[in-house]
């Protein structure tokens, strides 16, 4: 939701910092000072897709998404830079990054999400839409939470022949070929639905809704098995009474 910085605006720290050698090296900084969201509406989305999309590629050890990361797209100037809400990269490992580099990751994202809001959606669908476009992003997808300000609550768009075309919206869904995921606006909220199973990706509060009726499952079978226990106990007990009896 960050704006695209250009050459005109100026970076608060110094743009060089002298490594060991005494050579002067490029600073990039890891934050634009700036709100990771308009409101808290968008800021739980936010953290909610990174959330969810990271749960799902768990086990993809090429898979790496996070949301409210610097991206720098232009080698040796540190003011080229834009801040996805969003974004997901495949083929370049799960290691943490402080900041994205596209010359060194050799790569631009192959998925991006924006939540517009009324300070940013003019951007997410002009200044955002041609510099993703000209990177190269596969998918570019914009939610609007608020249901005020996008001409459509949920656009997306795909990279064919190097431009964007606008994705088929159907019940409010777009296929995510990259993910292969359904990318569906609930008309309350933005989900993802595994395309496979037909389910919609747990949510952190579902899967913690989850882990808490495990627990209580299996506090309740761990009872249930030391009742049996119990009871198996006092009846070898009342059978070893009967065999002295006889």
Request: aromatic share 10%; charged share 30%.
């Amino acid at each position: 939701m960050s704006s695209v910085l250009t050459n005109q605006n100026i970076i608060s720290k110094p743009p060089f910092v002298p490594n060991e050698n005494g050579d002067k090296e490029i600073y990039y900084p890891t934050s634009d000072g700036k709100p990771m969201g308009e409101t808290g509406i968008h800021i739980r989305l936010l953290m909610e897709l990174v959330q969810t999309l990271s749960t799902f590629f768990d086990n993809d050890k090429d898979a790496y998404a996070i949301g409210n990361i610097l991206m720098y797209y232009e080698e040796g100037n540190p003011q080229r830079y834009v801040v996805p809400d969003v974004l997901v990269v495949f083929g370049i490992g799960k290691e943490e990054r402080r900041l994205y580099k596209t010359w060194e990751e050799k790569k631009s994202p192959d998925v991006i999400f924006e939540i517009s809001s009324r300070g940013t959606w003019r951007k997410d669908l002009q200044e955002k839409y041609h510099l993703y476009q000209k990177l190269g992003v596969k998918e570019y997808y914009i939610y609007d939470p608020e249901y005020d300000y996008l001409p459509e609550p949920l656009m997306g768009f795909h990279l064919i022949n190097d431009k964007f075309e606008k994705a088929e919206i159907e019940d409010g869904r777009i296929y995510s070929p990259a993910l292969n995921l359904l990318i569906v606006d609930t008309h309350k909220t933005l989900r993802l639905l595994d395309f496979e199973s037909g389910d919609y990706l747990p949510t952190s509060q579902e899967l913690s809704n989850k882990t808490a009726e495990l627990a209580k499952e299996t506090e309740e079978l761990a009872t249930k098995t030391e009742e049996l226990e119990s009871e198996n106990k006092r009846l070898k007990a009342e059978l070893g009474k009967l065999k002295k009896q006889t």
